[in-house]
Structures are given as C-alpha cells and as structure tokens.
C-alpha cells in the first residue's frame, strides 16, 4: 500500500464514520421526538376528556335544575 491508498481509505472511512454517526443522531432525534409527541397527545387526550366531563356535568346539573324548579 502506498501512502495515496492509505489517504484514499482513510478518507473514505472518515466519511462512512461521519455518515454514521449522522444516522444515529437523527434516529436518537425522531426517538426523542416520538416519545414527546405521545406524552403532549396523552396529555391533550386526558385534558378532553376532563373537559368533557365537566360540560356533561353542567348540562346535567342545569336539567336536574329545571326538572327541580317545574316538578317541585
């Protein structure tokens, strides 16, 4: 091996090294990303369903109002 096979090789092993590397860090990325997209979608989900909750609270205590003030 002469020394311009070995600057060749080395060259092509810094950028497979360097292409690797990238790879990782964007899959270490999306990993990260996933995981804060389903704690915020979690989140919303059980913020809806209090939401919910409370609207069918206040309907039902508005009728229970109504049928109190007509019946009794």
């Given at each position: 091996m002469t020394i311009a096979d070995i600057k060749e090789i080395s060259?092509?092993?810094?950028?497979?090294v360097?292409?690797?590397a990238t790879l990782i860090a964007v899959l270490l990325t999306s990993l990260f990303n996933f995981k804060?997209?389903?704690l915020n979608n979690q989140t919303q989900n059980r913020q809806k369903t209090k939401e919910l909750k409370?609207?069918?609270?206040?309907?039902?205590?508005?009728l229970f109002d109504k049928w109190q003030i007509k019946f009794l």
């Open positions: 060259t092509l092993i810094a950028a497979a360097a292409a690797g804060t997209a389903k409370l609207e069918r609270i206040e309907e039902l205590y508005l």
